[in-house]
């Protein structure tokens, strides 16, 4: 034992002393053991405050501690396209701009997004934008129909070619005449063969954003390819691609409502098939609408004796079978209809109330007379 420690274990024992209280005997070097675990921690806090001093110095020195700017303080510069693909989020409009150069980091954009109700409101397109603006900027530009950097054009389904080219050169003013020259060369664009020598039927209806430097062969691109995804997305054979858009195309056309749709495409197969009533022999179509698209009419219900006498491949009334192509764009419903017809054994169908397109289908002819008649009753009670 050293003098210091003697020294203060006699201090201790005084103060004990002082205070009444009896010790046992004096243990050797027990005041010293006692003092071990806190001159411990006192080194290891030291240490660590020490660690931490130069740690602080050596970051300081090297990087900056300060937050890393997230942001581009905008308003930008320049002019770049931007598209928003069908089925984008937040997060993945917000990586297209940070490879465009627009934001500087997705982390802003998407909380800001998230914070805004009318983001969900964004659709797919073709926009406008600057290089390096603000995250909120560059939300506020795509909410701004302003911003489109495209021509944006509605094809409706049911539309022919001959239709859907002056809706598309009024929206951009890429004349009618070029897109009849780019058509006639159908299977440059990879449209296969067929019958009809046309691209009628191969077009997609919807929504379209077309590039302000477009041609009527980029269009026509664009909307073949949609085509051709939707039918592959079917899985519907290549060799059925024909056939099936044509027979799409007949129930687009022959009705208006689309829950329709399957019984008109299933009343097709019966007659091609000769089913029921029919006795095994096929019964011709007799569709107005094929006569419709050979005499250029639109919308209405009838036909004149002169028109179903009119000789032409796309007569249904003349010839049996299916016309010899589609006589217009079906869109999605029609060719799930086609795909996936219900059940029925329906050989007639006649729409009782052309206003509201109520639709009414039958299995014999007696039925169907009677259906006739009701449709023959509401056209009366209009005058």
Do not use: C
């Amino acid at each position: 034992m050293s003098d210091e420690d003697a020294f203060l274990d006699d201090i201790v024992e005084e103060q004990d002393h002082g205070r009444g209280h009896r010790r046992g005997p004096r243990r050797s070097g027990g005041g010293v053991r006692s003092l071990i675990p806190v001159l411990l921690v006192l080194l290891v806090l030291g240490g660590l405050a020490f660690g931490g001093v130069k740690g602080y110095q050596w970051l300081t020195s090297n990087v900056s501690v300060e937050a890393e700017e997230q942001d581009f303080p905008g308003p930008g510069t320049g002019e770049v396209v931007v598209e928003v693909a069908q089925g984008d989020t937040g997060t993945d409009i917000a990586g297209t701009l940070v490879e465009q150069g627009v934001i500087k980091s997705a982390g802003p954009f998407i909380t800001i997004f998230s914070n805004t109700p009318e983001a969900s409101s964004i659709e797919p397109g073709l926009y406008r934008l600057k290089k390096e603006m603000k995250s909120a900027d560059a939300l506020t530009t795509l909410l701004d129909p302003a911003s489109l950097a495209a021509h944006r054009v509605i094809v409706p389904e049911g539309l022919r070619v001959s239709q859907i080219w002056p809706v598309i050169s009024e929206a951009t003013d890429i004349p009618v005449e070029e897109f009849e020259a780019a058509a006639a060369d159908y299977t440059s664009f990879g449209i296969p063969e067929n019958p009809a020598k046309s691209l009628e039927g191969y077009l997609w209806p919807g929504r379209y954003d077309i590039p302000e430097d477009a041609t009527a062969e980029d269009v026509i691109t664009m909307m073949w390819t949609r085509m051709e995804e939707e039918l592959t997305k079917r899985e519907i054979p290549e060799d059925q691609w024909h056939r099936t858009l044509t027979i799409a195309s007949l129930a687009e056309m022959e009705v208006r409502n689309a829950e329709d749709y399957g019984k008109v495409v299933r009343t097709i197969l019966n007659r091609l098939e000769g089913t029921g009533e029919a006795g095994g022999s096929p019964m011709p179509l007799q569709f107005d609408s094929t006569i419709h698209y050979l005499s250029g009419k639109s919308g209405a219900v009838g036909t004149t004796d002169a028109e179903r006498a009119t000789e032409s491949p796309y007569n249904t009334y003349l010839n049996p079978g299916l016309p010899i192509g589609p006589i217009a764009a079906p869109g999605g419903a029609a060719l799930d209809a086609t795909t996936n017809p219900p059940e029925g054994d329906w050989l007639y169908f006649v729409s009782v109330n052309t206003d509201t397109g109520e639709t009414k289908f039958a299995a014999t002819w007696d039925e169907h007379t009677k259906n006739v008649r009701e449709w023959q009753e509401w056209a009366e009670s209009k005058g």
